[in-house]
């Protein structure tokens, strides 16, 4: 195995072949943005990468955040924004990405463990029928669905408020 001694040969190593980041002990910043401008995958290599670097991958492909262990919020509303179904490798997003998530597309209620009951009623006002992918719908949420449309506004709106 050949060593890298200085950032210089790091950064040659990844520009000619982006896994050499595997065999880099605490790259720098640069040697790892390098790596994951080459190919976002390479972050799955990278032992507590900053959040640029994070976001540097995810620029290049959402589905990095599958090999980012601790995403921040930040990161987690990239990723959302770019594709909601990756809620589905976030763990215990917050309240903000859920209902970032649950706002472009209301079936991906799904793929949360434990919905807040803001995101719920987002989902189901959005679509009566995500109900079916909400494991334990709360009593509101239950309650909104046997309202009609002016009724679930109008509940809605009152129960968004701080």
């Keep these: 195995m050949k060593k890298y001694n200085t950032e210089e040969e790091q950064l040659k190593a990844v520009k000619n072949d982006e896994l050499a980041i595997k065999y880099i002990k605490n790259p720098s910043e640069n040697v790892q943005l390098a790596a994951v401008n080459k190919h976002w995958c390479t ?3 990278i032992e507590n990468p900053s959040e640029k670097v994070q976001l540097a991958a995810i620029n290049n492909s959402e589905l990095a955040i599958k090999y980012i262990e601790n995403p921040s919020e930040k990161v987690q509303l990239v990723v959302i924004n770019k594709n909601a179904h990756m809620i589905y490798y976030i763990k215990n997003p917050s ?10 597309n209301e079936y ?4 949360i463990e434990n919905p807040s009951e803001k995101a719920q ?10 109900i079916q992918f909400i494991k334990n719908p709360s009593e509101k949420v239950r309650l909104i ?9 109008i509940m809605f709106n009152i129960t968004m408020k701080p």
């Design 43 to 45: 972050i799955q290599h």
């Design 95 to 104: 309240e903000k990405v859920q209902l970032a998530a649950v706002k472009k």
């Design 108 to 111: 991906v209620i799904k793929y």
């Design 121 to 130: 009623l987002v989902s189901v006002i959005e679509n009566k029928y995500a």
């Design 145 to 153: 669905l046997k309202m009609n449309k002016l009724e679930q506004l």
